[in-house]
């Protein structure tokens, strides 16, 4: 099995009877590690619920641990396949307080759904023995969340709209002001209530104090 540039197993598409048979492995051992995490997740459980053979599970993947990076490595990039991207809407928005506190309270919203913390406490769990998931998702959220972002404030600044002599750090900076709280309660307390509204508002007035456009010296 090919593997990517992180070392997770590239899985290809189902097209004949085997790859069907190696997709509803997929989907239970997805279950079963979502549900058991790395160490309790049962290869008898997962031959069960995909109605195959255990030589077949291994005929596959060869491997409880490719199994596992190859299905969680596949599940990552999928939670940020939600989020809208974002460079010209924030850029041309007319309102850029407005457009910020919406753009982050959907992200918020979709960064926070069970299903997305299930799995992010499962890689945080499993982080020592599985590096490469922890590089993947840190890409992933990256090039699909910041990076987009990191354009529209560069040309935000470029217009003398903000002042972000660092866009990468500002993104940084905001996402952690405005949903990083929330994220890192729902992680490790998870029936706790957050207010997202009342974090992003707040987070975005900050982002906006410090990085709100300087007034130009007048003439004379």
């Not at 499993?126 to 998702?137: A, H, K, S, V, Y």
Request: glycine share 6%; charged share 25%; proline share 6%.
């Amino acid at each position: 099995m090919d593997v990517d540039e992180f070392g997770i197993p590239i899985i290809p598409e189902a097209v004949n009877v085997s790859q069907l048979k190696r997709q509803a492995i997929i989907d239970a051992a997805a279950t079963e590690f979502l549900r058991e995490g790395y160490t309790a997740a049962s290869v008898d459980a997962i031959a069960s619920l995909a109605g195959v053979s255990k030589p077949t599970i291994y005929k596959h993947f060869g491997s409880k641990e490719r199994m596992f990076l190859a299905v969680i490595g596949g599940i990552l990039p999928k939670p940020y396949a939600d989020l809208e991207p974002c460079t010209s809407k924030i850029a041309e928005a007319a309102d850029l307080r407005a457009a910020l506190i919406d753009l982050l309270t959907d992200w918020g919203r979709i960064l926070l759904r069970e299903d997305i913390m299930t799995l992010r406490r499962l890689v945080i769990g499993e982080i020592d023995r599985f590096p490469q998931l922890g590089r993947l998702w840190y890409r992933v959220s990256y090039d699909m969340n910041n990076r987009p972002l990191i354009e529209a404030l560069s040309t935000l600044h470029e217009r003398g709209a903000l002042d972000v002599p660092d866009p990468a750090l500002a993104v940084q900076q905001l996402v952690a002001v405005a949903i990083g709280v929330p994220q890192l309660v729902r992680t490790f307390d998870p029936v706790s209530e957050v207010d997202l509204a009342a974090m992003v508002s707040s987070g975005v007035d900050v982002f906006l104090a410090r990085y709100g456009a300087r007034p130009r010296p007048e003439a004379g």
